[in-house]
């Protein structure tokens, strides 16, 4: 599957915007779907996930009740809406795929396919 992430932008510490990752190459609702960051200097690290219906979701603590994940799979696509930015979100944000083994981790190493990231920068 091939993932095609967008989005991404400076913005101001409060604002929001939403990244959109659009999938090809295999069925989509049987994909299931995460985003990951990954700061300056630092290792990539999970946002959040999302299970193939688009019912069940789970977040890192530090985007919870700021974020929310969601899929489309009639337009192939997974979501990501940011609320209430902060200069900490700074990040390149990268859309994964995972094709086997189920849906619901929060590891990276479990995810096979990925995008090609999408720059957000939060500025204070």
């Known amino acids: 599957v091939q993932l095609q992430a967008s989005g991404g932008g400076l913005v101001q510490a409060g604002d929001s915007l939403r990244l959109s990752c659009a999938a090809s190459?295999?069925?989509?609702?049987?994909?299931?779907a995460g985003w990951f960051r990954q700061a300056p200097g630092k290792e990539r690290e999970f946002v959040a996930t999302?299970?193939?219906?688009?019912?069940?979701?789970y977040y890192a603590d530090s985007v919870k009740g700021r974020f929310t994940i969601s899929r489309d799979n009639a337009k192939n696509t997974v979501y990501l809406q940011m609320n209430s930015l902060k200069p900490e979100d700074t990040a390149i944000y990268y859309c994964?795929?995972?094709?086997?083994?189920?849906?619901?981790?929060?590891?990276?190493?479990?995810?096979?396919?990925w995008g090609q990231g999408t720059l957000v920068t939060v500025s204070s």
């Open positions: 994964a795929a995972r094709l086997k083994g189920g849906w619901g981790s929060r590891a990276a190493a479990d995810y096979d396919n």
């Open positions: 190459g295999r069925t989509f609702s049987s994909i299931a």
């Open positions: 999302i299970n193939y219906s688009g019912m069940v979701t």
